[in-house]
Nanobody
C-alpha cells in the first residue's frame, strides 16, 4: 500500500491548512489512518488518527484546532488545521495502521510563521 499526501505549505500564525492523504488500495480489515508530525530535533509524534470505525484521537496540543476526517470507501484521510501556531511547524506524515503492519507516506512540510 502506498500513501500519497498533499496540502502542506507556508502559512501565517492563525491561518489554516488542509492536509489530504490517499491510500493506493482499499483495506477491508479494521485499520487506523491519520497523521503524525516531526519537528527538527524532535521525535515523531501523533497528531490525529481515526479508526475505520470512526473513533478519533487527537494530541492535546491540537484539540479544538485540528479536525480529522476519513472516507473508508476511498481510503482517504484529511486533516483540517485551523488557528495554526508556529509550534505546529513540522513535517507531517500520513499513516495507515493495519494489524501487524504500518504504512507511512512521504511527509509534507507545514511551516507556520509568526
Amino acid at each position: 500500500v502506498q500513501l500519497q499526501a498533499s496540502g502542506g505549505g507556508l502559512v501565517q500564525a492563525g491561518g489554516s491548512l488542509r492536509l489530504s492523504c490517499a491510500a493506493s488500495e482499499r483495506i477491508f480489515s479494521i485499520n487506523v489512518m491519520g497523521w503524525y508530525r516531526q519537528a527538527p530535533g524532535k521525535q515523531r509524534e501523533l497528531v490525529a488518527v481515526m479508526t475505520s470505525g470512526g473513533n478519533a484521537n487527537y494530541a492535546d496540543s491540537v484539540k479544538g484546532r485540528f479536525t480529522i476526517s476519513r472516507d473508508n470507501t476511498k481510503m482517504t484521510v484529511d486533516l483540517q488545521m485551523n488557528s495554526l501556531k508556529p509550534e505546529d511547524t513540522a513535517v507531517y506524515f500520513c499513516h495507515l495502521g493495519i494489524p501487524k503492519y504500518d504504512y507511512w507516506g512521504q511527509g509534507t512540510q507545514v511551516t507556520v510563521s509568526s
